[in-house]
């Protein structure tokens, strides 16, 4: 079945700082791929999104590439601010399954000025 | 607009009590979805509607019950619930298959307490 792997928090950075968090999945066919933000006692929002193949998602200064010759996801941002302090999911949704997410298990984040 | 509301925004019950959640889009999405997220984890699947009829049911159990009275509103009675169902419960919407991407758009969730 699907599933997403993402890194291990928390992931504690500086302010201005780069920011990487590993986003690996498996599907079957050709999955969308999401990255959602939550912040403390909110919802999901979502972050950016790539539908195909070498796309690129971003929005806020967050970016990732679909890159499916490493089934991989994952968010850069280069320089972090303490409002980003957040749990970060990378998820899926498999082109047969449209309607199933798959989520990892979330990574936080904490930035400190 | 990409806006989902939920209300209430915090719920206490007691185990003999029955409330609603009520969740409202007005995005023209014709899916509609149910998840129990508990503190530190993913958030997991309850329901789905699509076209107002419920098409998937995460075996979730019965004091849970899920209506669609609308294509905007969806709506979670709950009955005789166990400590235990205390979470955050949120609601998400999409576009339906064919009318392109079909990311969820989430709302802020009802944080749920069963005493």
């Known amino acids: 079945g699907d599933s997403v792997t993402q890194m291990e928090g928390p992931v504690t ?60 996801f994952h968010l850069e941002k280069g320089s972090v601010q303490v409002s980003d302090s957040a749990v970060y999911f990378c998820a899926l949704s498999s082109s047969g399954g449209y309607q199933k997410v798959t989520f990892g298990t979330g990574t936080k984040l904490q930035v400190i000025p | ?42 958030p997991e ?24 009275p609308n294509s905007s509103l969806l709506n979670l009675h709950l009955h005789a619930l166990q400590p235990e169902d205390s979470a955050l419960y949120l609601c998400a919407s999409s576009q339906e298959k064919g009318a392109g991407s079909y990311e969820q758009y989430f709302g802020p969730g009802t944080r749920l307490t069963v005493t």
Not at chain 1, 18 to 32: D, H, K, Q, V, W
Not at chain 2, 10 to 32: D, F, I, P, Y
Not at chain 2, 46 to 68: A, G, Q
């Open chain 1, 13 to 72: 950075l500086s302010e201005e700082a780069f920011l990487t968090i590993n986003c690996t999945y498996t599907a079957t066919g050709y999955p969308s791929l999401f990255w959602y933000v939550q912040y403390p006692g909110e919802g999901l929002q979502l972050l950016l999104k790539a539908t195909k193949a070498d796309d690129k998602g971003s929005n806020k200064g967050f970016e990732a590439t679909y890159r499916k010759e490493t089934t991989s």
């Open chain 2, 1 to 42: 607009d990409t806006e989902v509301t939920q209300t209430p925004k915090h719920l206490v019950m007691g185990m003999t009590n029955k409330k609603s959640l009520k969740c409202e889009q007005h995005m023209g999405h014709r899916a509609m979805y149910w998840y129990k997220q508990k503190a530190k984890k993913p």
């Open chain 2, 45 to 68: 699947l309850m329901f789905v509607y699509s076209y107002e009829k419920l098409s998937i049911n995460e075996s979730v159990p019965s004091r849970f019950s899920p209506e669609c």
